[in-house]
């Protein structure tokens, strides 16, 4: 019973101050309570993240109550903030989308859908919650600094192996430990599951929100029928998190093209910070976002110079902080992570490297158990709708995004000697791994590709 | 028909039905380690058998319509062709997640016996188990927080030595072989090492002999 209470300490005290901090960033209603809590839980570890760090970066000890007390201090504070604000704040009229009431056999089908996602999600509560920690890098680098932290209380000035590597994910298993009492290599990994179906979670809503019922739970199937997905939500890789993270920040960001409320930015903009307190690649993807933060204010045409800039600034600011943050932390200690993979190829080996990585790509997408037809699925439809792809807004952008992710992993495997860590024989799960971050894009693509809004239905299809 | 096309294209590799079915219901969940690798179906890759099935349904179905059409100039011609290239690719999509569905099932009850009538903190890893067990071993002997010296024979600069390596260092924590607290060491492990008494210098009091490689002592209080 203590056991099962401290497990729920560990989780709500970082889901409720994300649920205060997303309810005082949003405008009351925007988001309806599932969804909500899904970003409460990401946008919470995120900040219990953000806060440990700090506590190592001063020396205190990462103890129960220096870390708890500050965390409920903050929760405080903002409960006080939220109620002052709640009084004043009308209550927004809810965001509905069509709700035309699906046909029986849509309704049959959606029902057997529920079961299939039902199944998975259990599946990947009973293997987290059934095996201990046991892959490689779960053990070795992200269990080992999280028990670093658990039993040492410290990071010792990053003196860890990889030190260089972003520490949300360890400070976040160490964080349940320290409330759990003692180190067990199952519940540890109790923050796997959870982003994983917060991520589900978003993911439904979004799809949910541009389309209809059925198709946001077709997206939910098509994402738990990749296998590898499935792996990831319960082993202890720090995929699936930045997954999460990177995949939010998109969805967030192209809400708020829809609603243009700046505190959906500074939403958005954390996640997109914490994509970079998760891995390494992180600092690739937050230039990504970026990207496709400015390529949305320049496509909204009805926003004067000055206001584009004062959102540019508010979706800045908060991520590079956080971004900025670690990394001068590491290198004012000197733990860099510089080393020579960034070192271009000869020009006469870029043809043959080239034809190599489109060969790997498309192994790894289209032959191998982790993506079942997903990656198929999304190219035919992409061929075979090519047209909503130009003219949907949501659809280009994903679609756009997508294409970035894939670009910035195709030029570093083609035009740099980075090509065997990331999919050399060595290094086998490498690429699949990487593919998993931005994965959810692709069924989500797929139902805003194949979905027909009700008008659209009465027309022949060109 | 497709199916049929691609079972005779089978039939060169001594076709067996049954054993057919038995490896379908194999080929779409195989967990491997931090990969799942697509089946195999007599050395041919699952997912291209999948794509073939897919391009020969859709070109018979092309065939099919031309020929009605054809010989029977009063039947329409397909309505939309896409929508059922569409529709090919979901009935495939559902075929392999029923079958990946109960592999998995299998897998679990499977997998599930492992850890059967064993209480929760009992499931031990299915990888690194020697690992696990043998930091058990020294940590009965060693218990508490520790800055341990680690000797051993293996060689830990490349695989398989590194990995032990790491993973028993994982089990081992808060005894510390990999000199994280970089603090003066008070105990020592020797593991797979010949002749482990050689490094029983006078600084060392012996705790406990693993076996007749391995033995873990503590600093003498001088």
């Given at each position: 019973m203590i056991l099962l209470l401290n497990i729920v300490a560990s989780t709500l005290i970082p889901l409720w101050l994300g649920y205060l901090l997303t309810s005082i960033l949003t405008p009351r209603g925007f988001f309806r309570i599932l969804p909500k809590l899904a970003i409460s839980y990401g946008l919470g570890i995120g900040i219990l993240s953000q806060l440990m760090l700090i506590l190592s970066i001063l020396e205190i000890p990462l103890k129960l109550n220096n870390i708890r007390l500050p965390l409920i201090f903050l929760i405080i504070l903002l409960t006080i903030y939220y109620?002052?604000?709640?009084?004043?704040?009308?209550?927004?009229?809810?965001?509905?989308?069509?709700?035309?009431?699906?046909?029986?056999?849509?309704?049959?089908?959606?029902?057997?859908?529920?079961?299939?996602?039902?199944?998975?999600?259990?599946?990947?509560?009973?293997?987290?919650?059934?095996?201990?920690?046991?892959?490689?890098?779960?053990?070795?680098?992200?269990?080992?600094?999280?028990?670093?932290?658990?039993?040492?209380?410290?990071?010792?000035?990053?003196?860890?192996?990889?030190?260089?590597?972003?520490?949300?994910?360890?400070?976040?298993?160490?964080?349940?430990?320290?409330?759990?009492?003692?180190?067990?290599?199952?519940?540890?990994?109790?923050?796997?599951?959870?982003?994983?179906?917060?991520?589900?979670?978003?993911?439904?809503?979004?799809?949910?929100?541009?389309?209809?019922?059925?198709?946001?739970?077709?997206?939910?199937?098509?994402?738990?029928?990749?296998?590898?997905?499935?792996?990831?939500?319960?082993?202890?890789?720090?995929?699936?998190?930045?997954?999460?993270?990177?995949?939010?920040?998109?969805?967030?960001?192209?809400?708020?093209?829809?609603?243009?409320?700046?505190?959906?930015?500074?939403?958005?903009?954390?996640?997109?910070?914490?994509?970079?307190?998760?891995?390494?690649?992180?600092?690739?993807?937050?230039?990504?976002?970026?990207?496709?933060?400015?390529?949305?204010?320049?496509?909204?045409?009805?926003?004067?110079?000055?206001?584009?800039?004062?959102?540019?600034?508010?979706?800045?600011?908060?991520?590079?902080?956080?971004?900025?943050?670690?990394?001068?932390?590491?290198?004012?200690?000197?733990?860099?992570?510089?080393?020579?993979?960034?070192?271009?190829?000869?020009?006469?080996?870029?043809?043959?490297?080239?034809?190599?990585?489109?060969?790997?790509?498309?192994?790894?997408?289209?032959?191998?158990?982790?993506?079942?037809?997903?990656?198929?699925?999304?190219?035919?439809?992409?061929?075979?709708?090519?047209?909503?792809?130009?003219?949907?807004?949501?659809?280009?952008?994903?679609?756009?995004?997508?294409?970035?992710?894939?670009?910035?992993?195709?030029?570093?495997?083609?035009?740099?000697?980075?090509?065997?860590?990331?999919?050399?024989?060595?290094?086998?799960?490498?690429?699949?791994?990487?593919?998993?971050?931005?994965?959810?894009?692709?069924?989500?693509?797929?139902?805003?590709?194949?979905?027909?809004?009700?008008?659209?239905?009465?027309?022949?299809?060109? | 028909m497709s199916l049929i096309l691609v079972m005779v294209g089978l039939s060169r590799f001594d076709f067996d039905f049954a054993s057919i079915i038995s490896k379908l219901l194999k080929s779409f969940y195989r967990p491997g380690y931090n990969l799942i690798p697509a089946g195999y179906l007599y050395e041919i890759n699952i997912m291209t058998l999948i794509y073939l099935v897919i391009v020969l349904t859709i070109l018979n179905l092309y065939l099919i319509n031309f020929l009605i059409f054809k010989f029977n100039k009063k039947s329409k011609p397909l309505k939309n062709s896409f929508e059922d290239i569409k529709k090919i690719i979901i009935i495939s999509l559902i075929v392999i997640i029923f079958l990946q569905t109960i592999n998995q099932i299998n897998y679990s009850i499977k997998e599930f016996n492992t850890f059967k009538n064993l209480p929760f903190h009992s499931h031990r890893p299915q990888f690194f188990t020697d690992a696990a067990q043998i930091a058990q071993l020294y940590k009965k002997n060693l218990p508490g927080k520790h800055n341990a010296y680690f000797k051993t024979d293996l060689n830990m600069s490349a695989d398989p030595g590194m990995l032990f390596h790491r993973a028993l260092a994982y089990y081992l924590y808060p005894i510390d072989i990999r000199n994280t607290r970089n603090d003066s060491k008070d105990s020592l492990i020797v593991f797979q090492k010949n002749d482990p008494m050689s490094e029983l210098t006078d600084d060392w009091q012996l705790l406990a002999i693993i076996d007749d490689k391995s033995l873990v002592a503590i600093r003498k209080i001088k």
């Open positions: 109620f002052m604000k709640a009084q004043k704040q009308n209550p927004l009229q809810e965001i509905s989308t069509q709700s035309i009431k699906p046909s029986f056999l849509q309704q049959r089908l959606i029902l057997l859908m529920f079961f299939y996602i039902g199944y998975n999600i259990l599946f990947i509560l009973w293997r987290t919650f059934y095996f201990p920690i046991q892959h490689w890098d779960a053990m070795a680098t992200i269990g080992f600094k999280a028990k670093v932290m658990f039993f040492d209380q410290t990071i010792h000035r990053l003196n860890l192996p990889w030190g260089s590597y972003p520490l949300l994910v360890p400070f976040t298993e160490s964080w349940t430990a320290i409330n759990l009492g003692y180190w067990d290599d199952i519940l540890v990994k109790t923050m796997f599951p959870i982003i994983s179906i917060c991520l589900l979670i978003v993911q439904y809503s979004f799809v949910k929100e541009i389309t209809n019922k059925l198709w946001g739970m077709i997206s939910l199937c098509l994402t738990l029928s990749s296998n590898f997905y499935i792996m990831h939500s319960s082993i202890g890789y720090r995929d699936i998190v930045i997954s999460y993270y990177s995949c939010v920040s998109i969805i967030l960001l192209l809400i708020w093209n829809k609603h243009a409320h700046a505190g959906l930015l500074v939403l958005a903009s954390l996640f997109t910070g914490f994509v970079t307190f998760t891995k390494l690649e992180g600092t690739g993807y937050i230039f990504i976002l970026y990207a496709l933060f400015i390529l949305i204010l320049t496509c909204r045409k009805s926003l004067n110079l000055s206001a584009k800039l004062k959102y540019l600034t508010i979706y800045l600011i908060p991520s590079f902080l956080i971004f900025i943050a670690f990394h001068l932390y590491k290198n004012l200690i000197g733990v860099t992570n510089l080393d020579q993979r960034t070192q271009l190829l000869n020009p006469d080996q870029i043809l043959f490297r080239f034809k190599t990585t489109c060969l790997v790509f498309f192994e790894n997408l289209f032959l191998t158990g982790n993506w079942n037809l997903v990656w198929f699925l999304l190219l035919i439809s992409i061929v075979l709708r090519w047209r909503v792809l130009r003219n949907q807004e949501e659809t280009f952008l994903t679609g756009l995004t997508l294409l970035m992710f894939f670009g910035l992993y195709f030029s570093i495997c083609t035009f740099t000697v980075s090509f065997n860590p990331i999919a050399g024989e060595a290094s086998p799960t490498v690429l699949s791994r990487i593919i998993l971050h931005f994965f959810p894009l692709a069924p989500i693509l797929v139902a805003l590709l194949n979905y027909k809004k009700p008008s659209d239905a009465q027309t022949p299809t060109p | -």
